[in-house]
């Protein structure tokens, strides 16, 4: 199995930036695709964004309401997956998760992903 730990959270003003890290142990971090999802309050579990396990062949994808704000990467030689957030707005604000498949080409459901980290906090103020 494959460990995962979120970090980076906090809060920021709208129009501010955080970067979320989660860092993977446990196994080879190259054979998973990783994922960013979020959840606030009373909502259901909603996905972010997704980087292939190799980067360089592959590929991104960005819930709609987060293109040219945010954007995913990796550092397989770190076992780390990166959230960069700019131009923060309140609806922002959730509990962000880490998740990872070793299932190619996985999805957007939360489903489809066997591995979550613990969640880290953003918050945005208005």
């Known amino acids: 199995q494959v460990q995962l730990v979120e970090s980076g959270g906090g809060l920021v003003q709208a129009g501010g930036s955080l970067r979320l890290s989660c860092t993977a142990s446990?196994?080879?971090?190259?054979?998973?695709?990783m994922a960013w999802f979020r959840q606030a309050p009373g909502k259901e579990r909603e996905f972010v964004a997704r980087?292939?396990?190799?980067?360089?062949?592959?590929?991104?994808y960005y819930v709609d309401s987060v293109k040219g704000r945010f954007t995913i990467s990796r550092d397989n030689a770190k076992n780390t997956v990166y959230l960069q957030m700019d131009n923060l707005k309140p609806e922002d604000t959730a509990l962000y998760y880490c998740?990872?498949?070793?299932?190619?080409?996985?999805?957007?459901?939360?489903?489809?992903?066997?591995?979550w980290g613990q969640g880290t906090q953003v918050t945005v103020s208005s």
């Open positions: 998740a990872a498949s070793k299932t190619i080409g996985v999805g957007t459901r939360p489903d489809e992903y066997g591995y």
């Open positions: 446990g196994r080879t971090f190259s054979d998973y695709d």
């Open positions: 980087i292939s396990r190799s980067w360089s062949s592959g590929s991104t």
